[in-house]
């Protein structure tokens, strides 16, 4: 008899966000962001085919992991505004932080929101040691959301063919 798994996605909460599991209806405004040059200027665009892939991978890492990507829903109007994870990469051994807004939502804060909820998860709730961030050199609008984390500058490395700075953040004396 094959026993039944079914990854639960916890939810999370902020003032004004709400995270949750990736639905079958998020595709399209996640597909929309990662065709849009200037939204994935620091991600790479893909296709919708290639969108398709990352979102469904982004969904079943808490499959693997119990880890994994959330969608960012505004609670006042229920919309889309992007996404966050706390995941591993396929040989990490350190939680990794990522986070993303659509393009109409930016310059509101409400990636520093959703970031500092998800640290506080990381360390609170699953007791990750430390955490990191792989953020591409030019993106000073998610180094500055590293900053306000508390996370701190470590070195670069390669990542997809192209240098990220590789931004950390211990457990110990954690307080957002």
């Known amino acids: 008899m094959q026993s039944e798994f079914k ?16 639905r079958r209806e998020d595709f399209a405004a996640f597909a929309a962001h990662l065709a849009d040059p200037v939204s994935a200027a620091h991600l790479g665009t893909v296709d919708r085919e290639g969108a398709w892939r990352i979102f469904s991978s ?12 959330w969608a960012l829903e505004e609670k006042e109007t229920g919309r889309l505004i992007g996404h966050i994870g706390a995941f591993f990469r396929e040989d990490a051994t350190m939680m ?34 430390k955490v990191r961030a792989l953020i591409d050199t030019d993106n000073v609008s998610s180094r500055r959301v ?10 670069d490395m390669p990542l997809y063919g192209k240098s990220v700075g590789v931004y950390t953040r211990e457990r110990e004396g954690f307080a957002v």
């Open 96 to 129: 990794e932080l990522g986070w993303n807004t659509y393009r109409a939502f930016w310059g509101r804060g409400f990636a520093n929101e959703a970031a500092a909820a998800v640290l506080r998860h990381a360390f609170e709730t699953r007791r990750e040691p």
């Open 146 to 155: 590293a900053m306000r984390l508390g996370m701190a500058y470590e070195t």
């Open 58 to 69: 982004q969904a079943g890492l808490w499959l693997i992991h119990g880890a994994g990507w």
């Open 7 to 22: 990854a639960t996605v916890p939810y999370l909460y902020t003032d004004r966000l709400v995270l949750r599991e990736y």
